[in-house]
C-alpha cells in the first residue's frame, strides 16, 4: 500500500510565506508524477503545481511567479513554497502522486493540510 502524508499547513497572515511537504511511503516502484492541489468549501480540486514524469516543473498559470515546487527524490518527497498568501489562498492544500507499486499503477491521493491565510 502507498501513502502520501501532508505537512506545513498552518495559520498565516496575509503577505506570509509556507512551505508544505509531502511524503509518499510504502511499497513504491515508480512515481511518474508528483504534485499538488487545493480545495475550497463548495469547489473543485485546483490544481497548482507538479512535477512530471520526466521530472519537469510544471504550474498553473494563476499560480506561476508566487508557488515553487521542489522534491528530494531519495525521499520520495515533494515541497511546495508559497509566498505572498492572501485569504484567498485559504484552503486544503492536497498532495497528489501518480505511483506504480509493486502490481500497478494508480493515483493517490493525501489527507490534505488546511492552509487559512487571514488578512
Known amino acids: 500500500q502507498v501513502q502520501l502524508a501532508e505537512s506545513g499547513g498552518g495559520f498565516v497572515q496575509a503577505g506570509g510565506s509556507l512551505r508544505l511537504s509531502c511524503a509518499a511511503s510504502?511499497?513504491?516502484?515508480?512515481?511518474?508524477?508528483m504534485g499538488w492541489y487545493r480545495q475550497t468549501p463548495g469547489n473543485q480540486r485546483e490544481y497548482i503545481a507538479r512535477f512530471t514524469v520526466r521530472g519537469i516543473q510544471d504550474y498553473a498559470d494563476s499560480m506561476k511567479g508566487r508557488v515553487t515546487i521542489s522534491r528530494d527524490n531519495i525521499k520520495n518527497m515533494v515541497f511546495l513554497q508559497i509566498n505572498n498568501l492572501q485569504p484567498g489562498d485559504t484552503a486544503v492544500y492536497y498532495c497528489?502522486?501518480?505511483?506504480?507499486?509493486?502490481?500497478?499503477?494508480?493515483?493517490?491521493w493525501g489527507q490534505g493540510t488546511q492552509v487559512t491565510v487571514s488578512s
Open positions: 497528489n502522486a501518480d505511483i506504480t507499486n509493486s502490481d500497478f499503477r494508480q493515483t493517490y
Open positions: 510504502g511499497r513504491i516502484s515508480v512515481i511518474h508524477s
